[in-house]
């Protein structure tokens, strides 16, 4: 270990700054006077139901889905109740039920399993690669005769590498549903991300780039994707007169509620500006740092640059960077750290690999029309493991200033000097 010039907080040194870093909730910090407006007007009118009310009205709901689908150039966006009801309602729009598995990356919030297993599909959980999304690599070896399609997860603002999960998925005639959860508004080659798959599924909850708190949406550029996450998201029908004489699929309620639907007008309003302040400020905070082994994204030009990682060499010198910033006021993190039980790490979804289910009989594991046989173990995918654990997070906060992001090259180059990291 080598002395660096300036003495690291940790070890008694000055901290490089005198305050955490803001929170990160990016559009939910910025819930202001227009919020406030748009959530008046809709009490004031009492129309807090998309379908009807004390008053005729136009719904925020339908507003949202028209301006959602004209602003990400896709043909149908459908608002749902959650991200998680948008992965299931995409699930289910898709035809993928009993008897078919579905590929998940390891690494994702445990919401994109779960969904698969209440669509009462099988989830096959598969290695990421250095951009922390699914690798492709690993995604061809667990196809099987059951494979019904991928869940490629855009992590942490990064596309995934989808021209060759497209071309996997053409090859072995797969659906693809993107989880879009954690980077509305990313793209890839040009494209946004949901929109390149067969069905996207975005989420609006508090954490989330925009948010109505909670929420979520399915957007699809095919009709009839479209007519079969509608009726499945609304048992009650109130699509009906879409489709007369058909009989539909039975379904659950997943709609959005005009108080979120007027939140996510004034969001969506907000979301490029959001997304050039956080990739500006990314600009700023890697040009100021040399020497360090920054995750691998597959299209820079299309990060919602959420936050930045890097790699260390080994798990260990990774917890004791990722302390020594936080001693800064920096804070960091590790993905992987043994001691914290975060369920965006497959390890940690202990009843999954438990293969734990709601009903005794143990569908859709051991359900008849299921031939395949998935194996779960902790060990089953050190790839992930091992980059996970040697991988240092920084969230960007869009309301970090420039000097903020000066005060964290500052503290980052300390602590890797001090750590012999960096010259
Ligand atoms: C990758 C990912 N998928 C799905 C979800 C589920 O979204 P929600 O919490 O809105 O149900 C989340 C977030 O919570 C997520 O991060």
Same mark, same amino acid.
């Given at each position: 270990m080598s002395v660096g010039k300036d003495k690291p907080a940790l070890f008694g040194g000055a901290p490089a700054r005198t305050k955490p870093i803001p929170p990160m909730f990016p559009g939910g910090m910025e819930i202001g006077s227009e919020e406030k407006a748009a959530v008046m007007e809709v009490l004031d009118e009492r129309? $807090?139901?998309?379908?009807?009310?004390p008053t005729d009205f136009v719904s925020r709901v339908s507003r949202l889905e028209e301006e959602f689908a004209a602003h990400f150039r896709v043909r149908y966006a459908l608002a749902v109740s959650s991200g998680t009801a948008a992965l299931i309602t995409a699930l289910v729009a898709l035809g993928i039920g009993p008897g078919d598995e579905v590929i998940v990356p390891a690494? =994702?919030?445990i919401a994109s399993v779960t969904a698969v297993l209440a669509a009462r599909a099988i989830p096959v959980i598969v290695e990421v690669d250095e951009s922390l999304t699914l690798d492709p690599s690993a995604l061809e070896d667990k196809l099987t005769p059951y494979t019904k399609a991928i869940m490629p997860v855009h992590m942490r603002g990064a596309p995934c590498a989808m021209e060759q999960i497209m071309e996997i998925a053409r090859r072995h005639d797969l659906k693809v549903i993107e989880d879009v959860a954690q980077a509305t508004g990313g793209t890839y080659a040009g494209k946004r991300l949901g =929109?390149?798959?067969?069905v996207g599924a975005f989420s609006l909850q508090l954490?989330?780039?925009?948010?109505?708190?909670e929420g979520g949406m399915v957007v699809t550029d095919e009709q009839s994707f479209f007519y079969r996450a509608r009726m499945y998201h609304d048992s009650?029908?109130?699509?009906r007169m879409e489709h007369p004489g058909e009989l539909p699929i039975p379904g659950v309620n997943y709609r959005m509620s005009e108080i979120a639907g007027a939140l996510g007008l004034v969001q969506l309003g907000r979301l490029e500006d959001l997304l050039a302040r956080m990739r500006r400020l990314k600009a700023r905070l890697k040009a100021g740092l040399e020497g360090l082994h920054f995750r691998r994204i597959n299209d820079e030009a299309g990060d919602a640059a959420v936050c930045l990682v890097f790699y260390l060499p080994e798990a260990d010198l990774a917890q004791q960077v990722a302390a020594a910033l936080k001693a800064e006021n920096v804070g960091a993190s590790v993905l992987?750290?043994?001691?914290v039980p975060n369920w965006?790490?497959?390890?940690?979804?202990k009843h999954i690999l438990a293969q734990k289910?709601?009903?005794?009989?143990?569908?859709?594991?051991?359900?008849? $029309?299921?031939q395949g046989e998935v194996k779960y173990a902790p060990d089953m995918c050190p790839q992930t493991l091992d980059l996970l654990s040697r991988a240092v997070h920084l969230d960007i906060s869009p309301l970090l200033t420039d000097d903020d992001v000066d005060q964290i090259i500052e503290a980052i180059n300390k602590v890797c000097r001090w750590y012999g990291l960096i010259p």
């Open positions: 129309t $807090l139901f998309r379908y009807y009310g690494y =994702t919030f =929109t390149i798959g067969h954490h989330k780039i925009i948010t109505t708190g009650a029908g109130f699509w992987y750290d043994p001691d965006h790490v497959y390890i940690n979804w289910t709601v009903t005794d009989e143990g569908c859709p594991y051991r359900c008849p $029309l299921y």
